[in-house]
């Protein structure tokens, strides 16, 4: 089984910084990793695909990047709709996610 | 869009049945799951089924829940026996996605094993 792991678990932030969430895989994943972003009594909601493909209508403020075993979700600007919580999912052998990253205010 | 139903309350050892209502697309034609998250936790994988009826399972519930799928009536299903503990979570039905991504997620239902 492909083991994901997820850092950082929390990130403080202000409004109008850039922050770096970073998902690791335990074995080669190629780009088959997403990003989806949840708010508390919600479900998750997809931002990115692809490691990189950005989703219609998710502001391009959101970046994702990453090949292979190391993925990045960068968040620039950031915008009081964003505190929220980030996963990644890997789906290059049937589906792991990471723990989350629960982004809050500064 | 996705609808989940069935959820509630069992005791340990018990049975439920899940089911999702999806509209707004081609059913038969994409891959289904379910996803379930403990309150205030990550994102667990728990099975998928294939347009033709493959399916797979996480190892924390093979043997325990099966995945099926009416494709005339746009709908899946998740039979859960030999309910855990462990098992109480939000249960969320989504939608796989052509290049195999989870794309599409329902409001989930809630079980809970008590």
């Known amino acids: 089984d492909i083991q994901v792991t997820q850092s950082p678990s929390t990130l403080s932030a202000s409004v109008g910084d850039t922050v770096t969430i970073t998902c690791r895989a335990s074995?080669?994943?190629?780009?088959?990793l997403a990003w989806y972003q949840q708010k508390p009594g919600e479900a998750p909601k997809l931002l990115i695909h692809?490691?990189?493909t950005l989703v219609t209508g998710v502001p391009s403020r959101f970046t994702g990047s990453g090949f292979g075993t190391e993925f990045t979700l960068t968040i620039s600007d950031l915008q009081p709709d964003d505190f929220a919580t980030y996963h990644c999912?890997?789906?290059?052998?049937?589906?792991?996610f990471g723990p989350g990253t629960k982004l809050d205010f500064k | 869009q996705l609808v989940e139903s069935g959820g509630g309350l069992a005791q340990p050892g018990g049975s439920l049945r899940l089911s999702c209502a999806a509209s707004?697309?081609?059913?038969?034609?994409?891959?289904m799951h379910w996803v379930r998250q403990v309150a205030g936790q990550g994102l667990e994988w728990v099975s998928t089924?294939?347009?033709?009826?493959?399916?797979y399972y996480a190892g924390s519930v093979k043997g325990r829940f099966t995945i099926s799928r009416e494709n005339a009536n746009n709908s899946l299903y998740l039979h859960m026996t030999g309910l855990r503990a462990g098992d109480t979570a939000k249960y969320y039905c989504?939608?796989?996605?052509?290049?195999?991504?989870?794309?599409?997620w329902g409001k989930g239902t809630a079980v809970t094993v008590s």
């Open positions: 989504v939608r796989g996605a052509e290049t195999a991504h989870l794309d599409v």
């Open positions: 707004g697309f081609i059913f038969s034609d994409f891959d």
């Open positions: 089924i294939e347009p033709a009826g493959e399916t």
């Open positions: 074995q080669t994943i190629m780009t088959w």
């Open positions: 692809k490691a990189s």
């Open positions: 999912l890997q789906y290059n052998a049937l589906f792991t």
